[in-house]
């Protein structure tokens, strides 16, 4: 630690009057203090100009992940940076001295906050001024100071009288202060700026997160204006999904909760006379329960039971001589979870009617959870002796293959959580002959594979079957 650096909160009361008064010019010093850079200013309106951007922007639309994180980022830059240089300046103009350097004719003493760094004039190797740029320099060893100058007539005069000085100086007044307890500490004034940047990151991180919530707040609520006036149940559904977390969740529960009493009563006015009664109040019964479920989900579980018979294919083949495929080209087995989600599918838009947009979630579940509404399908396919005609189109030639069909046996149970109000019908197809399928271009196979091609004829067939038993048509 350096002896001739000495920290001015620990000298005695006198020296410290001594140090202030140092600071005035006089015939017998030169002073030259530092006024803070432009730049402190600069830094100090950019700061504020960014929060009042930032600010501002929070009644703009709803911010993205990415949109916050620069944001933040240049929040930590900006403001940090203005407090820094506003500690700056109050602590230039506001501290008991000021920075900067003091020569008089026993020494040059630097003030740089609570540091005093002081040298005789004699340990001074040299001196000079150099006007082209306002800067004295002196070397002490192998280091030069720069010392910027605002008046250069000061300048001037002090290099004129500096040998003088330096020939006839004594011993500087503050060389019996070199005890350990007087000494400067690096290590603790930097412990204080590491403090109070660190500080000053906390507020900047602050500022950017309250701006944050205020963007979700304005955002919230203009949401909630848009979707409290909505007419389907999809438009608060909106909302939640925006604003999972958001200041109007029971407004929008309640709004959900109304829309779908009114879809029940829409639907309860407007059932064909051909409906089923049963059907007609188990879903009623469920659409009261959708009111008083916030996740309004219902699970399908759809099974297949394959009764298919080989023989049958056999003795169509025996009867017309044709080559016809098997099961498995109609009705693959690895083409399960395409019925799967076909079946699902066509549940959620069979009871539109009654639930409207998105006021009930259909899920796909083998294992239902006890106690929450079930939409229960078993599907059991059988062997019947008729067969389609399938034309593919590829290379510029024409194939014709032919595929077995089968009956289809649907049980259909619709089933709320009260299991005593449970539905139960049972739907079998009657595809007794071939379907026409038309010419199928290789390049669109998928979109007709015999699978998607007879499993949806069958599939939109049992919904018309449903929508009659549920009073949606004749």
């Not at 109070?196 to 955002?219: E, K, M, P, V």
């Not at 559904?237 to 709004?255: C, E, F, Q, S, W």
């Amino acid at each position: 630690m350096p002896d001739n650096v000495l920290a001015f909160s620990k000298l005695p009361s006198e020296l410290q009057a001594r140090l202030i008064e140092l600071q005035t010019p006089s015939p017998d010093r030169f002073v030259f203090l530092k006024t803070p850079s432009i730049l402190n200013y600069l830094a100090i309106a950019a700061g504020i100009g960014w929060v009042a951007y930032m600010f501002t922007a929070t009644a703009d639309y709803l911010w993205e992940n990415w949109m916050i994180g620069v944001f933040t980022a240049v929040t930590l830059i900006l403001v940090t940076l203005a407090l820094w240089s506003l500690s700056t300046i109050v602590r230039a103009f506001s501290g008991k001295t000021r920075d900067g350097w003091v020569f008089t004719r026993d020494e040059c003493v630097s003030y740089r906050g609570d540091r005093i760094g002081f040298r005789s004039l004699k340990e001074l190797e040299s001196f000079q001024f150099l006007e082209h740029i306002n800067t004295i320099e002196i070397w002490i060893g192998d280091v030069v100071e720069k010392i910027k100058v605002r008046d250069a007539s000061e300048a001037v005069k002090l290099d004129s009288v500096f040998l003088d000085w330096q020939n006839s100086s004594g011993e500087p007044f503050l060389t019996p202060c070199r005890k350990t307890e007087m000494l400067f500490n690096p290590l603790a004034i930097r412990t204080v700026y590491v403090g109070l940047l660190f500080g000053f990151l906390l507020l900047a991180a602050a500022l950017s997160y309250s701006a944050t919530r205020l963007n979700r707040s304005y955002d919230d609520d203009q949401s909630w204006k848009r979707s409290e006036n909505g007419e389907t149940v999809a438009d608060v559904v909106a909302y939640k999904t925006r604003h999972p977390n958001g200041n109007h969740l029971a407004d929008a529960d309640r709004k959900i909760g109304e829309l779908i009493v009114r879809a029940k009563e829409d639907y309860t006015k407007n059932i064909k006379a051909s409906a089923n009664q049963a059907a007609v109040a188990s879903l009623s019964r469920l659409l009261d329960e959708m009111n008083s479920n916030p996740d309004r989900k219902v699970y399908v579980k759809f099974t297949e039971v394959r009764e298919l018979d080989d023989a049958v294919v056999k003795k169509m083949k025996s009867n017309t001589g044709l080559s016809i495929s098997s099961y498995d080209f109609t009705i693959p087995t690895t083409a399960l979870q395409y019925r799967r989600e076909k079946i699902l599918n066509d549940v959620s838009v069979l009871f539109l009617p009654a639930t409207r947009s998105a006021s009930v979630n259909f899920e796909l579940a083998d294992d239902p959870p006890p106690g929450t509404p079930v939409v229960e399908i078993r599907s059991v396919m059988k062997s019947i002796e008729f067969f389609y005609r399938y034309d593919w189109w590829s290379g510029g030639s024409s194939t014709t293959y032919y595929n077995p069909g089968a009956k289809f046996e649907f049980d259909f149970e619709l089933r709320p959580s009260d299991t005593s109000k449970a539905f139960k019908t049972q739907y079998v197809s009657q595809f007794t002959r071939g379907l026409n399928t038309g010419l199928i271009d290789q390049r669109d196979a998928a979109n007709y594979s015999f699978d998607k091609l007879f499993f949806s004829s069958v599939s939109e067939d049992f919904a018309k079957f449903l929508q009659r038993e549920f009073g949606f048509i004749e």
